[in-house]
């Protein structure tokens, strides 16, 4: 429920303590601090802290947080949450070892970046606000990060707990990300940070002389790039020392599924029966009467059955089908909230934030209460935000958390998404007669409503047609695919016959690469979040494609297994191909990266050696006036414009062959 709660814990706090940001400004004279120890007590210590100085607007006591940033959460510019591992900083890859795993069962301290506090702070002592370093710290301050916080103890929503308000911080360890570090090195060398602040930061494992070195400019220029830099420096710190971003921020479906509530087993007991759930019941309630009702309710065990429809604002896809939906009485898009309240001062910010976070119910779709896997896969696809929805199911207000939970026993999708993959699915399960014909004809409002909803049932609408539909319907107002002109629809009738001549055709892709074959196997999630994703709908299907291709082109060389080919990439970015290439082939193959974006090659460069890849090599050059010599076989994957006239250049000048697609 953690997750489900992360925003409603804290954006509300100003509101209910208005005073406290206030009280914030500290005497500089004053040096009583208490530092938060890495031993399980923090959260104790700081709820303790908060609970000695309520309403004590005197006190000046600051406490000390040093540890990792494990999660973190940033509302538009001036408000960010971190969840901070209290630790001692690692000086050695002794100390360094096991700290992904270690950091997976502690719980963390909840820190709280306000830019308002960091304005009260400068007034109060008499000192000019400097905006660059809230801004500094607002975004360096990431994942992996080893910092160090200072402020006072604040209200939590959470019962018996405390945040810390920071109002100052320092840097103390990069994580492994050559991008983040790179941002670092530049805010850096802008005079922005400190140099100092950044050389202390580093010198647990490189020289300061060494630093300062590749930092060093000459003639007004920098000798390294600031990603050559970051790369060069990565290097010099032992494998596995600086933390992963990517493992600490709860990316896996185990962790994220660990943090959802089970079914209650009272409501297990009183399960709906899906087909007494019709579209005309009279016992619909609004969001803001059961919130009312929730909130009323003295007796938080007793079990309230509610029918109710709202529209989707937010959606999360678990493990093991398990969606959580919340859900408003009235849909807003991200950048309408942002619009409305971006020009009030931060009390008003607080107050209109905690009004937009709070008023909805979170609802979870869990096969185990709506009755099949099927049904909840198709729900949890198809109820993007933007959709309305009704809903059965019974309603508790958490006794930890304060949220108000739904645990939906019945479904029906009243008006779909705009958003085209939302659309596409609910055709596609129309077409497969997997969703009800009426419910369909509703929910995309079809003009010719329950006949054509019957027709696309029928089978007799083939997939192009389906893409097509899905592509012009509901152009909504919050869509970010904008709105088909009628001069856009005329000339796409235009052309409607290329559309029967060149029909769409779905292949599913097999692949002979034992990378892939492993992937699958050892895939054990039956989410569909998965495998609607970009990765599986898109890149993968390239990838895979692709490297049974160049399979065939290497398997055709004479000298395969002879001896080591060289293949070139040309334009090969981050490595994505050139990366799964040198895995799949080893040490048959050596290949070689060439692209124009330096930052794009030290990504890659980064990628391989975290993965252990020895047998690729990046380039950051235009790939035209790249000499070329000894290749075997050349390769581009969306080799655009000129670039695929380069690659087949390159590959006529060296006679090998080569595999292109643009």
Known sequence: MYMLTVLLEIIVLSTRHAHFAASLSINPLVNDVTTLQPDGSANDVLYKKLLLNDGDTSSHQLIRLDGFVSKRRAIGKSLVFLDVIPSVLPRNITDAVGKTEEFASTKPVQALMRRDIWQKKAMMNHTSYDETQYDLYRK?????????????????RLPNEALLFCQSARYNLPNDNPQHLRNVIQFARNGVLDVQELCEALTSCIDREDIMQLLHTKDGENTLTNGECAVDILTRFPRNFLLNPSKLMGNSNIAKVALLPPVPEEYKLQLVDPSSFHGDSNDLSTIQRILHWTNAEEDSTSIQQFTFSGWVQNRRRFQDTVSVLELVDSFSSTSEISEQISELDMTSQSSNFSQVWSDRIHAVIDPNFIGTIETAEMYGNILAPGSQIRVRGYVKRSDISGITVCWISSCRLLHSSWKLNAIRQTLELLHSNKIDIDEAADALQLEGGFAQSEQIASGSMTSTDRQ???????????????????????????????????????????SSCPLFRESRANSTSTNSAASTSRWE???????????????????????????????????????????ILAQSFGDTVEVQVVDISRSATNNGMMRARRSGIENVKYKSQDASTLDVEGVDCVVALHACGGLSDVALGHAVSQGAGFKLTT
């Not at 390239?542 to 398997?555: G, K, T």
């Not at 055709?556 to 070139?568: A, N």
Request: some cysteine.
């Open 468 to 510: 097509w539909m899905a592509a012009q319907s509901l152009q909504s107002e919050h869509s970010r695919y904008g709105i088909v002109t009628p001069e856009m629809t005329q000339a796409l009738e235009k052309y409607a016959d290329l559309r029967k001549k060149y029909p769409i055709e779905m292949i599913h892709v097999e």
């Open 537 to 579: 709908r898109a890149k993968k299907p390239q990838l895979v494609w692709m490297i049974d291709q160049i399979s065939e082109v290497l398997a055709s060389h004479p000298e395969y297994g002879k001896r080591v080919l060289k293949i070139l990439d040309v334009g090969g970015g981050k490595g994505l191909l050139s990366n």
């Open 140 to 156: 360096i301050l990431q994942p992996g990060v080893y910092c160090s916080l200072w402020g006072k103890a604040g209200p939590s």
